[in-house]
């Protein structure tokens, strides 16, 4: 491969467990391929700027020490602590290659590589000083995420890719955290992680207690998803009550709020906190180095677009996570990049210590094996995420659904809305939307249950008609305000279905009256007033009001003449006074109903004048008149009553060609008195206060209505 056989110099950029190993294991081809003491072998230099002082956190899958000891050919296993953490594996390693022959060691950081001749520039870690490394033909990029190398490359030369992602990571934001947790809730919390783990369960066991924890975590924390994070628990010194933890964390999540979102993550997966402590940042050992027992990391794997890049006579490679970066949860990322490592040594021809070539078809076909597979357990990672996720939003969104059928009224469901009002927008109206349609059918049932179809009418004596017609009248309003406007299709036929049951309730009190039922026509007047006030107060439902309203002076008209047939004074007084009001508010009627209607408001102006005189007649005959000082009766205010005549007079007049009932005379206790005789009316009212004394009537004064 290379034009001469002179010894080639190796340049290893990072000091991780990849880089460490490679420079192991090519010490050891090295020494074993040299015949002639006298040969200069090529030199392995290795830049790392925290060799021997690593303090990143993490432990290491089971049995990893062993694995690497037999792939690197070690007389003894590396020593290693109980825990298995990733420095104990680094710290190992450094203690093997410093006794090490062809390898070099720079306690340093890469500045830069002249791609033209294989020169690296360095800067050591305790002076600062740059040094130019003898010129290196093979240069292993082992840094990690980090890309010392690949980056480099990507900047200067057009010609190579940039890094690719792996897989989209539904959930890119995590969490770890070194603790100390008693060894027995470790034991406890760690069987219910696994049982639980995401990786493993069957997407259909999802637990249906979860989803009011998922919506508190929602709430308090901002978590994006409807599943329970993902949560591992690792062991670490069994002595010292140590443990790790991952897990899940929100994109927003902020520093003062991880110890929180770690104690209630814990309690929505394993339905208890288990107590734990966070370890301090300080290190005993390293005093000047904080170490990072508590942070966040993004986790979305990438790799590099090439597993090797000829510039020259250079050959650039990428070991580990510099080539391709896995997620911890399968817990083979250091298995990985040994394999890999294996793999790019085997591939070197080394002859008397000298590189002289590489066998790069060989190693391009092994490589790419290797990271398909790890490529696939990634994918499948994330696929199967992904599928939990969307299970998990099935259910929690059904779980909404049983609660809000179970709830006992509308204010139970308002709090239970409240709580899922950080669902996704788009998922929070398919569960309105969905909730809706059950609502509409629950109405429909209710309202057929009272509902004759024979004659299609409602049967006021069906079991609890009244009880049921408010139940699915109140119901199918709740439906039509709760269905999002983008489902106006839907929205309409339903508000058309409401204006029917709402006549259907009319028309059954009209029956009611006519066969002299008054008290069951008068609750069925005031169900029917009581919803179309609503759908005047509701903008979904607007137009029923407008359509209808007719219908509601005819209602109001209807309640008068029954109360006052009853001689209830006081409350024919009071539906004609609200009648009155709508009046004021009456919405834009159809031509076609004009005429009808002056007509019925002219009818109840006129029988809201025959209450007030019957009124004041009445309380004129039973007030005692033994002294001219108890005359008016208490609370009757004569003054007020003429003003207000006088008012609906005024108001009469306007509809009086639509009225036929003018010329019809009033039968009261005033005799004499006709409607078109303003002026005999006015004087007949004023005689009711005849034998008022000047004072009492000054004390009387009050205003009319406006």
């Known amino acids: 491969m290379f034009s001469s056989p002179l010894p080639r110099n190796i340049l290893i950029v990072g000091g991780g467990p990849v880089g460490l190993s490679t420079a192991k294991l090519l010490s050891q081809k090295i020494s074993q391929s040299l015949t002639t003491p006298t040969k200069e072998p090529g030199k392995i230099f290795l830049v790392e700027a925290r060799l021997g002082r690593s303090i990143r956190p993490g432990y290491l899958a089971f049995n990893i020490f062993d694995f690497v000891s037999a792939k690197l050919n070690l007389d003894k296993n590396l020593e290693h602590s109980e825990a298995q953490h990733i420095k104990d594996l680094e710290r190992a390693l450094y203690e093997v290659i410093k006794v090490s022959p062809h390898i070099t060691i720079y306690d340093a950081t890469l500045l830069k590589i002249d791609l033209a001749t294989g020169v690296a520039l360095i800067k050591t870690t305790k002076t600062g000083e740059s040094i130019a490394l003898p010129p290196c033909y093979i240069i292993i990029d082992c840094s990690g995420q980090n890309r010392a190398v690949i980056n480099q490359l990507i900047q200067e030369k057009k010609d190579i890719a940039e890094l690719s992602t792996i897989a989209i990571n539904p959930v890119k934001h995590h969490l770890i955290a070194q603790v100390r947790m008693d060894n027995r809730d470790q034991e406890k919390l760690t069987k219910i992680l696994q049982k639980r783990s995401h990786l493993n369960k069957p997407a259909d066991s999802y637990e249906h207690f979860e989803a009011k924890r998922i919506l508190a975590l929602r709430n308090e924390f901002g978590w994006e998803h409807l599943d329970t994070p993902t949560f591992y628990s690792v062991p670490g010194n069994v002595a010292k009550n140590k443990a790790m933890f991952y897990l899940e964390a929100p994109n927003a999540l902020l520093p003062e709020r991880y110890e929180a979102w770690i104690k209630s993550a814990m309690q929505a997966i394993a339905g208890k906190e288990y107590p734990f402590t966070l370890m301090p ?14 942070g966040a990391f993004f986790m979305e794997p990438q790799e590099t677009r090439f597993s090797s890049h000829k510039i020259g006579e250079l050959l650039f490679f990428a070991l580990g ?69 969307e299970k998990a939003k099935t259910y929690v969104k059904d779980f909404i659904i049983k609660q809000l059928l179970s709830a006992k009224n509308f204010t139970a469901r308002a709090q239970i809305w409240a709580e899922a009002a950080s669902l ?18 629950n109405a429909t049932k209710t309202f057929n249950e009272i509902f004759d179809k024979k004659t299609n009418q409602i049967n006021p004596q069906a079991f609890e008609c009244l009880l049921k017609l408010n139940e699915s009248l109140n119901t199918l309003i709740e439906a039509i305000t709760l269905l999002p406007h983008q489902f106006i299709s839907k929205k309409n036929p339903l508000i058309e279905t409401l204006q029917e049951w709402i006549l259907n309730v009319i028309n059954c009190a009209r029956d009611l009256h006519k066969n002299k039922k008054h008290d069951e026509a008068v609750k069925h007047y005031k169900l029917a007033l009581k919803f179309l006030n609503k759908s005047k107060d509701n903008v979904d439902l607007m137009p029923i009001y407008t359509h209808l309203y007719k219908d509601i002076m005819a209602v109001y008209s209807n309640l008068i003449t029954i109360y006052t047939a009853h001689k209830d004074i006081s409350q024919a007084l009071l539906y004609s006074d609200n009648a009155l009001k709508e009046v004021k508010q009456d919405p834009v009627s159809p031509e076609e109903q004009k005429s009808e209607l002056n007509q019925l408001i002219a009818k109840i102006m006129y029988k809201q004048i025959t209450l007030l005189l019957t009124q004041s007649s009445n309380d004129q005959k039973t007030s005692p008149q033994s002294s001219s000082t108890m005359f008016p009766p208490a609370g009757l205010d004569l003054k007020k009553t003429l003003d207000d005549v006088n008012t609906y007079l005024a108001r009469l007049q306007k509809y009086s060609k639509s009225l036929k009932l003018l010329k019809q005379p009033i039968s009261l206790p005033l005799e004499g008195i006709e409607l078109s005789q303003y002026e005999t009316l006015q004087k007949k009212v004023k005689e009711l206060s005849k034998e008022t004394t000047q004072s009492a009537s000054a004390q009387l004064g009050g205003e009319g209505l406006s």
């Open 281 to 294: 940042s300080e290190s005993k050992k390293y005093i000047s180095k904080k170490k990072q027992r508590l």
């Open 321 to 389: 996570d510099a080539l391709m970066e896995n997620d911890y949860r399968l817990g083979v990322g250091v298995k990985n990049g040994i394999m890999q490592m294996v793999t790019f040594v085997e591939s070197c021809n080394i002859v008397e210590g000298a590189l002289i070539g590489f066998n790069l078809p060989t190693y391009e076909k092994n490589i790419a094996q290797l990271l398909t597979e790890q490529k696939s357990h990634i994918i499948n990672v994330y696929q199967t995420r992904r599928l939990h996720l």
């Open 424 to 441: 996704p927008e788009e998922d929070l109206q398919e569960l309105k939307y969905t909730f809706a349609l059950k609502l509409e059918k």
